[in-house]
């Protein structure tokens, strides 16, 4: 059981170019969320999917957009990178929103 | 506003001494709480929960506290050990209409052998 996967690992980009981040899950949970890490400010929310078929933003959501694109996938993309942007990066899943994450290993993006 | 906050940002304890990591929080509104631990170069491991109706609940060499009265929320590790060694972070959930979670900033936890 894989739980929740991330890739890539690492990534370095330029400023300007764009990627996706890549999440999936295997625990047909049904809430599935991005968040970014910074140095001393906590997980900070992306945007989520409460269920298939639905997204919202989050606390951080300028410059990013989602796609869920199945129960099982939600990915993060990048339209024009930006060095604000340089974070590690996580996905995670849940039942119902209601408990407990499983969260992915991350993704440590840097932009230059 | 709302907060997840901590006490102490680091804290060292020799092994096999027990740890209390403290949290603080914000809105009264909060139902749900979990402790997360994160290794270095890892994504957040669910540690143990307790929900708004509890005072305590314990895990293996864990246990949670949580004092409604005073937003407080700790974290006991019973007989540290090196592997314990993390940062250890809560987080709050509340019922917004939809489900919100707050997660503190984290605590680094280092054990000497």
Redesign the interface.
């Known amino acids: 059981n894989a739980g929740?996967t991330q890739t890539p690992k690492f990534q370095v980009l330029k400023t300007g170019q764009s990627m996706t981040l890549q999440c999936a899950q295997d625990m047909n949970h049904n809430s599935m969320y991005w968040?970014r890490q910074d140095p001393?400010?906590?997980?900070r929310?992306i945007y989520y999917s409460?269920s298939e078929g639905t997204t919202?933003k989050g606390e951080v959501p300028n410059g990013y957009n989602v796609s869920r694109l199945n129960k099982r996938e939600f990915s993060l993309r990048l339209e024009s990178a930006a060095p604000s942007q340089t974070s590690v990066y996580?996905c995670?899943s849940s039942e119902?929103?209601?408990?407990?994450?499983?969260?992915?290993?991350?993704t440590r993006l840097t932009v230059v | 506003g709302e907060s997840?906050g901590l006490h102490l940002p680091t804290l060292s304890v020799q092994e096999g001494d027990n740890s209390i990591i403290n949290c603080a929080y914000s809105n009264s509104a909060s139902d749900?709480f979990?402790w997360y631990k994160q290794e270095s170069?890892?994504?957040?491991?669910?540690i143990i929960?307790i929900r708004s109706n509890m005072d305590k609940r314990q895990g293996q060499r864990v246990t949670v506290l949580l004092n409604k009265t005073v937003k407080h929320l700790s974290l006991q590790i019973a007989a540290t050990q090196p592997g314990d060694s993390a940062v250890y972070?809560c987080a709050e959930?509340l019922?917004t209409g939809?489900?919100k979670?707050i997660?503190?900033?984290?605590t680094r936890l280092f054990v000497k052998a």
């Open positions: 929740v968040y001393g400010m906590g997980l929310l409460a919202d996580f995670a119902a929103g209601r408990d407990g994450y499983t969260f992915g290993s991350g | 997840v749900y979990i170069g890892k994504g957040p491991q669910f929960d972070f959930t019922n939809g489900f979670t997660f503190g900033a984290g």
